[in-house]
Nanobody, 120 residues
């Protein structure tokens, strides 16, 4: 079973950047397509970005296109989310997930998440 650990969140000013990491403390991430999601209090977990097993295909929510970049290093068993030009509305807890099935919502094995706060 995969266990994920997200890190890299923090407080950043609008327009700033952060790089989130998602490492597997157990399991092999190269077997899976992976995704980043985010959740604000009282809301559902929203899709942000996804990446194929080899990293050759990426997908983004409209809110992330042009500002965020998902990548992976299968040797390091880690997936990243580079976030640039951050906005206050990007404030959320960010989670990475393993795509375990063929359905669009078939993500799981969530870690504890990492808080991103964009504020001046």
């Amino acid at each position: 079973q995969v266990q994920l650990v997200e890190s890299g969140g923090g407080l950043v000013q609008p327009g700033g950047s952060l790089r989130l990491s998602c490492a597997a403390s157990r399991g092999t991430l190269s077997w899976y397509n992976m995704g980043w999601f985010r959740r604000t209090p009282g809301e559902e977990r929203d899709f942000v970005a996804a990446i194929s097993r080899s990293g050759d295909r990426t997908y983004y929510a409209n809110s992330a296109k042009g500002r965020f970049t998902i990548s992976r290093d299968n040797v390091k068993n880690t997936v990243y989310l580079q976030m640039n030009s951050l906005k206050p509305e990007d404030t959320a807890v960010y989670y990475c997930g393993v795509k375990y099935g063929s359905g669009a919502d078939d993500y799981g094995y969530w870690g504890q998440g990492t808080q991103v706060t964009v504020s001046s």
